[in-house]
């Protein structure tokens, strides 16, 4: 035999571009996330996201816990502006209380590649079925709407509730960015996890099982876990 055997490449891919993600309303049976607007949303999340007791839910945020509803509305008026992150406001279904936050960022669509990221979950929206319907509306969007190949999740790797929640949900955990950014004066080595499009059907599977009325029970409770669903698919 003469000369050198081809270098291994990587699978052929459809090159054509995923769709830029625009403001936009997802609705589910208990939540619906839609564009982020101060004027509506700023005086609900801020009383829901503020006070002693709450302080922690702004220890892996970017921003501080703001001094009051104006400077809180400011920022936030500022944020929603941006395409990129693309910041939306969860709502309970019933009435237009915002209950938390979410972004689609770092959004390449050359490379149909999209992260969710700067999750704000006030206390009434946490551990409720709105909390795992949110990322399944944001994520069945991103696969089945824009057309992506790959859904980010990255956290601070101290933070064990967001690494614990990333797993729940179906993302793999792909390893540690040491030393990757600087937050608040602090180093934050990310963790970085993924789900990707062949792995979304059964991802999806397990997300509308586990929401259906008949896994909870009278009072509320959840007959099967997310994960064992999604295992036993």
């Not at 502006?81 to 406001?89: H, N, R, T």
């Not at 057309?147 to 179906?170: F, I, M, V």
Request: hydrophobic share 45%; aromatic share 12%; proline share 8%.
């Amino acid at each position: 035999m003469s000369g050198d055997p081809s270098p291994p490449l990587g699978a052929p891919v459809d090159t054509t571009p995923a769709r830029r993600p625009e403001p936009t309303t997802l609705a589910g049976r208990h939540v619906r996330l839609v564009p982020f607007d101060a004027a509506r949303h700023a005086a609900s999340l801020f009383a829901l996201s503020h006070g002693p007791e709450k302080e922690a839910l702004w220890a892996y945020l970017s921003p501080a816990p703001f001094p009051d509803e104006a400077a809180f509305a400011a920022f936030y008026g500022e944020a929603a502006k941006k395409a990129d992150p693309l910041l939306f406001a969860i709502e309970e279904a019933e009435g237009s209380r915002a209950v938390g936050h979410a972004t689609y960022m770092r959004i390449e669509p050359g490379q149909r590649v999209i992260e969710v990221g700067n999750i704000l979950y006030t206390p009434a929206l946490q551990r409720t079925r709105g909390a795992t319907e949110a990322m399944y509306l944001m994520a069945r969007h991103a696969f089945e709407a824009l057309g992506y190949r790959r859904y980010e999740w990255k956290c601070n790797a101290l933070n064990a509730p967001s690494r614990q929640a990333a797993a729940r949900l179906g993302f793999t955990f792909e390893g540690l960015f040491r030393q990757h950014m600087i937050v608040k004066g602090r180093n934050r080595d990310t963790a970085w996890f993924s789900l990707l499009d062949h792995e979304w059907p059964r991802a999806k599977a397990a997300f509308e099982a586990w929401l259906a009325p008949e896994n909870f029970d009278g009072d509320g409770r959840q007959v099967w876990r997310l994960e064992d669903i999604r295992a036993a698919l």
